[in-house]
T-cell receptor, first 114, second 113 residues
Framework: KAGVTQTPRYLIKTRGQQVTLSCSPI?????VSWYQQTPGQGLQFLFE???????NKGNFPGRFSGRQFSNSRSEMNVSTLELGDSALYLC?????????????FGPGTRLTVT | QQQVKQSPQSLIVQKGGISIINCAYE??????FPWYQQFPGKGPALLIA?????SEKKEGRFTISFNKSAKQFSLHIMDSQPGDSATYFC????????????FGSGTKLNVKP
């Protein structure tokens, strides 16, 4: 079974631009979560989607948004990029609709904002 | 407020030794505690997980010990190998969090040959 895939793997953007990252979960998984990983702040939860609905959201500004499609694929968008948005963005998928199930991460998208 | 505290920040162990990483949590509503292993340039990989109804879970060389009353859990890596050199993260989630996981700050493990 294929794992979680994320595209693109690397991205360089300029401050003020916007960016869209894509995540395809493991086949059959309906829950997709997004995390930001930085050396200073570690792994921080952005939001989680299940059956196209956002169920939970972390403490990030409104510039960070996401959505999920009917095939469970998810996209994350960051508008008006700031230098501090440079990070590894990780997507994780889970089979269970219930909380606290096994969660599998993709390889991440490395975003660099210049 | 940091929901999950992890220590140590870094760890050096000789090949064949035991690596021990500790985590403590605050929220008693947490009921699922996974450990992840991350190699440079890769996403975290689920290693082993435990729920509060058991005090210990073992999978191969990896063991989680769980102390509900102390709100602590730890990862033991027996017979540590150089290939185990990676960053390890503990995490916690609860029924009401809908897959929102709180992660520890990570432990960089270096196993010396």
């Amino acid at each position: 079974k294929a794992g979680v895939t994320q595209t693109p793997r690397y991205l360089i953007k300029t401050r003020g631009q916007q960016v869209t990252l894509s995540c395809s979960p493991i086949s059959g998984h309906r829950s997709v979560s997004w995390y930001q990983q930085t050396p200073g702040q570690g792994l921080q939860f952005l939001f989680e989607y299940f059956s196209e609905t956002q169920r939970n959201k972390g403490n990030f500004p409104g510039r960070f948004s996401g959505r999920q499609f009917s095939n469970s694929r998810s996209e994350m968008n960051v508008s008006t990029l700031e230098l501090g948005d440079s990070a590894l963005y990780l997507c994780a998928s889970s089979l269970a609709g219930l909380a606290g199930g096994e969660q599998y991460f993709g390889p991440g998208t490395r975003l660099t904002v210049t | 407020q940091q929901q999950v505290k992890q220590s140590p920040q870094s760890l050096i162990v000789q090949k064949g030794g035991i690596s021990i990483i500790n985590c403590a949590y605050e929220n008693t509503a947490f009921d699922y505690f996974p450990w992840y292993q991350q190699f440079p340039g890769k996403g975290p990989a689920l290693l082993i997980a435990i729920r509060p109804d058991v005090s210990e879970k073992k999978e191969g060389r990896f063991t989680i010990s769980f102390n509900k009353s102390a709100k602590q859990f730890s990862l033991h890596i027996m017979d540590s190998q150089p290939g185990d050199s990676a960053t390890y993260f503990c995490a916690a989630s609860g029924k009401d969090n809908f897959n929102k996981f709180y992660f520890g700050s990570g432990t960089k493990l270096n196993v010396k040959p």
